[in-house]
Structures are given as structure tokens and as C-alpha cells.
């Protein structure tokens, strides 16, 4: 299965954007799919995941209540909704695939390619 995520750009304090994460090659229902972000000089840390019939979610603290994720399994589809975006959500948003909930990369496999996320002040 191959990743792609899509729908990143630039958007003031305050906007919102809708990243989508597709599948391509084989279909990912089955699989957590989960999203993380990562900063220029920092690690790539957690930001969502959701379970494979969508019925459980998880969020990082710094996220909850602003973004969303949801996914359409017949769409081979993963998206994460974005309001109330800061200055500090400013990253590289990638998906991947994981076997559970988790919050840990190395626990997640079939990395997309990442779409850059710019907010600025």
C-alpha cells in the first residue's frame, strides 16, 4: 500500500485546512491509520490516528479540540480537518499505517510522502 498525503499550503493564525491521506495499491481498510508532523530541527511527533472501522480515535494534547480525523474506507481515504491553526502546527504532515492506536513512529509502517503545512502569525 502506498500513502500520499495531500492538502497542506499556507494559511494565517487562526484558518483551517483539510489534509487528505490516499491509498494506492491495495486497500488499507484493516489498518490504523495515523498522522504525524514534523518541524525542521525537531522530531516527528504524533498528531492523530484513527482505528480501522473509524469508531476510535486518538489525539495529541496540543491538537484536541482543534482537528479531526476521520476516514472512507471506500474512498481509501484518510483526512484530518485542521481549525484553529497556529504558528506552531507549522510542519511536514505525513501519514502512515499502523496495527493500533499508538503514538510511537516506529510502531507505524508505509509512510507517505509528506505535504508541508506553513501557518504564519
Known amino acids: 500500500v502506498q500513502l500520499q498525503a495531500s492538502g497542506g499550503g499556507l494559511v494565517q493564525a487562526g484558518g483551517s485546512l483539510r489534509l487528505s491521506c490516499l491509498a494506492s495499491g491495495r486497500t488499507f481498510s484493516g489498518y490504523t491509520v495515523g498522522w504525524f508532523r514534523q518541524a525542521p530541527g525537531k522530531e516527528r511527533e504524533f498528531v492523530a490516528a484513527?482505528?480501522?472501522?473509524?469508531?476510535?480515535?486518538s489525539y495529541a494534547d496540543s491538537v484536541k479540540g482543534r482537528f479531526t480525523i476521520s476516514r472512507d474506507n471506500a474512498k481509501n481515504a484518510v483526512y484530518l480537518q485542521m481549525n484553529s491553526l497556529k504558528p506552531e502546527d507549522t510542519a511536514v504532515y505525513s501519514c502512515?499505517?499502523?496495527?493500533?492506536?499508538?503514538?510511537?513512529?516506529?510502531?507505524?509502517?508505509?509512510w507517505g510522502q509528506g505535504t508541508q503545512v506553513t501557518v504564519s502569525s
Open positions: 484513527i482505528s480501522w472501522s473509524g469508531s476510535s480515535t
Open positions: 502512515a499505517l499502523g496495527a493500533q492506536l499508538a503514538a510511537v513512529p516506529s510502531l507505524y509502517t508505509n
